[in-house]
T-cell receptor
Framework: DAGVIQSPRHEVTEMGQEVTLRCKPI?????LFWYRQTMMRGLELLIY????????DSGMPEDRFSAKMPNASFSTLKIQPSEPRDSAVYFC????????????FGPGTRLTVT | QQQVKQSPQSLIVQKGGISIINCAYE??????FPWYQQFPGKGPALLIA?????SEKKEGRFTISFNKSAKQFSLHIMDSQPGDSATYFC???????????????FGKGTLLTVNP
């Protein structure tokens, strides 16, 4: 298994631009999570999906952030418009219901907003 | 109440020594406590986990000690090796909707450096 795949690995954009981060979970996993990691705030859960349905988006910082999961093998996290304070590493993780405590993380996308 | 407080922020240990990382929580609804290990440029990976009805769990050189009354738990790495150098996160799990545990609250992390 290739593990959780994220793209791009690095993204540099200017303030005000739209940014789309992509994630392919492990095949067969029915839970998908989006996290943001910064030095100041550590790892924060933004949103998670179960069977492609958003379950809890209470961690999404504001309306500029949106996430979708159109099918079991693909999810996006979009920031529009982006701001410098959005600079962080964004992780996607997936898990299988039977092993719900073990989340498999992707390599992350390092986002820099200038 | 959602926080998990982790200490120390960083830790330097000599090869062969014992590394100890501590975490504390307030929310008694937490019912699963995993530790994740993260190497530079990688995502976190599950290392070891414990339920609150167990006071200790050992896997190889890694041991979790759990004190339910004090609401504290710790990771001990015995015979620490340079390859153990990484950031370690404690976490606590709450039941999400549907009654299953999916939401993880992470500590801020501890950067462990093991000198050769």
């Amino acid at each position: 298994d290739a593990g959780v795949i994220q793209s791009p690995r690095h993204e540099v954009t200017e303030m005000g631009q739209e940014v789309t981060l992509r994630c392919k979970p492990i095949s067969g996993h029915d839970y998908l999570f989006w996290y943001r990691q910064t030095m100041m705030r550590g790892l924060e859960l933004l949103i998670y999906f179960n069977n492609n349905v958003p379950i809890d988006d209470s961690g999404m910082p504001e309306d500029r952030f949106s996430a979708k999961m159109p099918n079991a093998s693909f999810s996006t996290l979009k920031i529009q418009p982006s701001e410098p304070r959005d600079s962080a590493v964004y992780f996607c993780a997936s898990s299988f219901r039977g092993q719900s405590y073990e989340q498999y993380f992707g390599p992350g996308t390092r986002l820099t907003v200038t | 109440q959602q926080q998990v407080k982790q200490s120390p922020q960083s830790l330097i240990v000599q090869k062969g020594g014992i590394s100890i990382i501590n975490c504390a929580y307030e929310n008694t609804a937490f019912d699963y406590f995993p530790w994740y290990q993260q190497f530079p440029g990688k995502g976190p990976a599950l290392l070891i986990a414990i339920r609150p009805d167990v006071s200790e769990k050992k896997e190889g050189r890694f041991t979790i000690s759990f004190n339910k009354s004090a609401k504290q738990f710790s990771l001990h790495i015995m015979d620490s090796q340079p390859g153990d150098s990484a950031t370690y996160f404690c976490a606590a799990s709450l039941k999400g909707s549907g009654g299953s545990n999916y939401k993880l609250t992470f500590g801020k992390g501890t950067l462990l450096t093991v000198n050769p």
